[in-house]
Structures are given as C-alpha cells and as structure tokens.
C-alpha cells in the first residue's frame, strides 16, 4: 500500500492584516449577505468577487421551497460574473454567513459544488481564485486557489 499525504497552505490573518480592496471585498460580502433569501436555513450567505477588470459584484444565496434546490451565493456570483463579463477572470472571493438575527458571523467554506464552480473558474480563466473566508472569531481565511481546497478536483470527463 502507499500513502499520499495531501497538505494545504492556507493563511489566517487579522483584520488589519488585510489591504484595502480585501477589506472592502470582505465589507461587501458582509453588506449583501443581509440580502439573502434564506427562510429554510435561516443561514445567510454573502459572497463578493473582484474581476480583473476591477469591477466587483456581490451575491447572496437564494433558497427554495425545494430544498435545497436553491442556490449558494458563491455560484450565482461566478455564473454572474462569467456571463455577464466573459473576459474578465475573477481573482479574488470573499465569503461570509451568518444566521439570521445573530451578530457572530458563523464558520464558513465553499460547498462541494462551489468548490466546483471555482475550479472551473480557475480552469476557464487559468488563474487562481484567492478566497477570503470570514471566520467566527473575526480573523480571515486567505486561501490562494481552490486546490488548497479541493485537492481531488474533478476536472477532465475524459480521465
């Protein structure tokens, strides 16, 4: 039998650690999370992404009475941005949630199928998507590209 160790590096950070288009990539996020539809989970998600034509969008999550057919925050955004901006790669994500009516921000990551949605992203664009991910206890999450995530990415249908 042999072993594979899978490592990632991911760096956490104060909120004075962060520069100026990172704190207001994470302050946008933190803003349209409130903005969720989330009556089902009552988990409010917010995401906010940077294009490298400057431009940065923001999404929430949307939810359904079939759930969980709703839709995360983070893949309405990338979908968004690859529609509507089809030249211009995303490079970085921030993702914040809470549940509604309380202050603390909750622990957070990508789903499965967001991880998903970056790793197509980054294939689509071959750049990395840095994420910012809130944590509970205030302090900030930089990881830098989904395989510090996602290590077995799905990502040929001919392999």
């Known amino acids: 039998m ?3 160790n899978l490592n990632s590096e991911i760096e956490e950070l104060s909120p004075e650690e962060l520069d100026d288009r990172e704190q207001n990539l994470l302050s ?3 803003e349209v999370s409130k903005m969720a539809y989330a009556p089902y989970s009552n988990f409010q998600v917010g995401a906010a992404v940077l294009l490298e034509n400057g431009e940065v969008l923001q999404s929430s999550n ?3 009475v ?4 709703g839709s995360c925050a983070e893949r309405l955004l990338l979908g968004y941005s690859g529609a509507n901006y089809p030249d211009s790669a995303p490079l970085m994500l ?3 949630a809470r549940r509604a009516g309380e202050e603390v921000w909750a622990e957070v990551s990508p789903c499965g199928i967001c991880r998903q ?3 197509e992203s980054e294939k689509r664009f071959g750049k990395p998507v840095t994420m910012l991910i809130l944590r509970q206890n205030g302090n900030i999450l930089r990881v830098k590209g989904i395989s510090e995530l996602l290590p077995l990415k799905f990502n040929d249908l001919n392999t």
């Not at 079939?66 to 057919?69: E, I, K, V, Y």
């Open 2 to 4: 042999k072993k594979i």
């Open 28 to 30: 946008r996020a933190q």
């Open 62 to 64: 949307q939810e359904n």
């Open 66 to 69: 079939s759930f969980p057919a």
């Open 94 to 96: 921030a993702i914040v």
């Open 117 to 119: 949605t970056i790793n």
